[in-house]
């Protein structure tokens, strides 16, 4: 039997037999505006109402605009305990939510920086390096007290990083490489993760090609020609989902005041 994990929005988790199954690696790609953000916040909300802790990784803008984004469809994250890790204090009780955004990435490549000028090759590591997301999940996973094996009992986490794309926007033809150097470090059997990733608008392929490869299922995202459509018209299609007889047939993503809905086409 497998277990399937809710994505938050209704009619997605029909077209997966339920949900994503338990210790998936989803990439969710698609152009700017597509919705993939919105999926996320769905996702991380969707877990904080089960008691499903959430590190949230966020690189295209700041976590309180990820809070009043989110709050603007209904989804009231900062309700929950947060912690970030760009914070100098400890969290003085049990978070629900770890934040990893600029700030926490800057302050991990600094303290990583001057660790390696103790030893005998000094390295300056950049904010949005692999390492340094590595060492930022790692992190996040001893606040939650995630273990190595992620074996046995222990809560379910829900793992958001959005995006993948800027780890690799220097490096696009390291995509590859980095995506199986980041789920061989940060995966675990008690953690799901949305991992979101840009399509380029000229190839329409994901910025970098390699994240697909390493992920257990690809949800697409994109938009019809605004010009020629004269209206903005979103579509969702599941690519692939191991473990899971999916729907195959795209469905219309409407973004209104409770976030995406999905309509047959």
Same mark, same amino acid.
């Given at each position: 039997?497998?277990?399937r ?5 209704? #009619? ?8 994503? @199954?338990?210790g ?15 999926l996320s ?5 969707a877990g904080?109402?089960?008691?499903d @802790? &959430? ?5 295209e803008?700041?976590? !309180?605009?990820? =809070?009043? *984004?989110?709050? *603007? ?7 929950? $305990?947060?912690?970030?890790l +760009?914070?100098?204090?400890? $969290?003085e009780?049990? $978070?629900?939510?770890?934040v ?7 302050k991990?490549? !600094?303290?990583? %920086?001057?660790? %390696? !000028?103790? +030893?005998?090759?000094? /390295?300056r590591?950049?904010?949005l %390096? ?12 001893? &606040? ?6 992620g074996?046995? $009992?222990? #809560? ?8 993948? %794309?800027?780890?690799?926007s220097?490096? @696009? &033809?390291?995509a590859?490489?980095?995506?199986? *150097? ?5 995966? #675990? ?8 990733s ?9 910025f970098?090609?390699?994240l ?11 938009m019809d ?8 018209? /979103? ?12 729907? !195959? /047939?795209?469905m ?9 809905? =999905?309509?047959d086409?």
């Amino acid at each position: 039997m497998v277990e399937r994990v809710s994505t938050g929005i209704a #009619r997605l988790d029909k077209a997966l037999e339920g949900g994503v @199954p338990r210790g998936s690696w989803v990439a969710i790609t698609g152009e700017p505006g597509t919705g993939k953000t919105i999926l996320s916040m769905h996702f991380a909300w969707a877990g904080l109402r089960v008691g499903d @802790p &959430v590190v949230y990784v966020t690189t295209e803008q700041e976590f !309180r605009d990820v =809070l009043t *984004q989110a709050a *603007q469809f209904g989804m009231h994250l900062d309700e929950f $305990p947060i912690y970030s890790l +760009g914070w100098r204090k400890e $969290p003085e009780e049990p $978070p629900l939510i770890v934040v990893v955004d600029m700030f926490g990435l800057l302050k991990i490549a !600094r303290h990583m %920086s001057e660790r %390696s !000028r103790e +030893g005998e090759k000094a /390295r300056r590591y950049g904010v949005l %390096s692999m390492d340094t997301l590595i060492e930022a999940i790692n992190e996040a996973y001893d &606040v939650l007290n995630v273990s190595q094996g992620g074996k046995g $009992p222990g #809560r379910h986490v829900r793992l958001i990083v959005d995006s993948m %794309s800027a780890f690799w926007s220097d490096k @696009p &033809v390291m995509a590859r490489k980095f995506s199986y *150097q980041f789920k061989i470090a940060a995966h #675990r059997d008690n953690v799901t993760a949305y991992l979101t990733s840009q399509y380029a608008m000229t190839t329409k392929s994901t910025f970098g090609f390699g994240l697909e490869h390493v992920a257990d299922g690809v949800v697409h995202l994109w938009m019809d020609d605004v010009e020629s459509a004269r209206e903005v018209r /979103r579509w969702l299609i599941i690519k692939k989902m191991r473990m899971t007889n999916h729907e !195959r /047939r795209a469905m219309r993503l409407e973004v209104g005041k409770g976030g995406v809905s =999905l309509v047959d086409a």
